[in-house]
């Protein structure tokens, strides 16, 4: 259980081992500080504020009843599904596919794209979506015959008008965020024995077999872990279309996502109590679906 268990090596000489679950002890502790300052007590607050109103009297699901029949709010968390439907279909194939890609070819090649893919990475959300406004307009941009061609698009409102944002953002998001998580994926190949490797291609097994049948069975808990960090972090969507919207000087709606409108609940209207029922959903939404996804892969079952 928790108490410490003997072993002894070679030599005869026994030792004690501390406690399993203790181990990890010094590398979360100092975390901790900032996970209830910046996590925990923020959460708190904001369910506070979701169940009063703004003297502070207890008025239940009254905020989120009233949040629902604002007209912006099933647009934006419709929004948010589609880009988020989008983007995490990206990633799962894109990202694992160009791991075991890359796993299968490690070479010095193999080292070269692992930079490459990972370089959009260092760029910042902010910096990311300026990028992507010069590619998307027509007139400046360097692929403007693939936005003619592909979007339909000669000026820039043609690009970014409204049935083109889900996969605009989708794009952005994957850009900066695909090659960090390519890197992970193929440090996760890296922990797999080349003796399994080695004995499926004893039995017959092609390259495509042994990435499909064997590497990425193993891996699935990663690809897990990697779906619920990104499909909470693409229901915070805020940053790309908030500059966007500035950028079209208003042809995109500024509650284009459910933060958006948080955000105008909350600094526009000083409707604090919506904007935190706003917040508690997109909480309550990453929560259901981080517990399907675990519950569902194992992620946190420890194999004997």
Avoid: C
């Avoid at 390259?207 to 915070?236: D, E, H």
């Avoid at 904007?275 to 194992?298: C, E, N, Q």
Wanted: net charge neutral.
């Amino acid at each position: 259980m928790g108490s410490s268990s003997p072993s002894s090596d070679g030599a005869g000489v026994t030792h004690t081992r501390g406690p399993r679950s203790l181990r990890g002890a010094p590398f979360v502790l100092p975390y901790l500080p900032f996970l209830i300052v910046f996590g925990l007590a923020p959460t708190v607050y904001a369910f506070v504020l979701a169940f009063t109103d703004v003297d502070g009297a207890w008025v239940g699901f009254h905020n989120f009843v009233r949040t629902y029949h604002d007209y912006r709010f099933v647009p934006a968390f419709k929004h948010i599904l589609v880009y988020t439907t989008i983007w995490l279909g990206m990633l799962v194939v894109m990202v694992v596919g160009l791991a075991l890609l890359l796993h299968g070819r490690a070479s010095r090649a193999s080292s070269t794209f692992r930079f490459l893919f990972y370089i959009p990475g260092a760029l910042a959300g902010t910096a990311a979506v300026l990028v992507w406004l010069f590619m998307l307009d027509p007139t400046v941009s360097p692929v403007s015959f693939l936005l003619e061609h592909g979007l339909g698009a000669t000026i820039f409102a043609q690009s970014i008008a409204p049935g083109n944002l889900p996969y605009v953002f989708a794009m952005i998001a994957f850009w900066t965020g695909a090659g960090g998580w390519i890197v992970v994926m193929y440090g996760a190949l890296n922990t797999i024995p080349n003796d399994l490797e080695e004995a499926a291609r004893i039995d017959g097994a092609g390259p495509i077999a042994i990435a499909l049948r064997l590497k990425l069975p193993l891996i699935r808990k990663w690809v897990a872990y990697m779906v619920i960090l990104s499909f909470a972090t693409g229901t915070q969507l805020f940053v790309e279309p908030e500059l966007v919207q500035h950028a079209s000087f208003g042809l995109v709606p500024d509650t284009w996502s459910a933060n958006q409108l948080a955000y105008q609940l909350a600094f526009r209207y000083a409707d604090f109590n919506a904007a935190a029922a706003i917040a508690v959903d997109l909480l309550v939404i990453g929560l259901v679906g981080a517990v399907l996804i675990v519950t569902r892969t194992g992620l946190f079952k420890v194999d004997d």
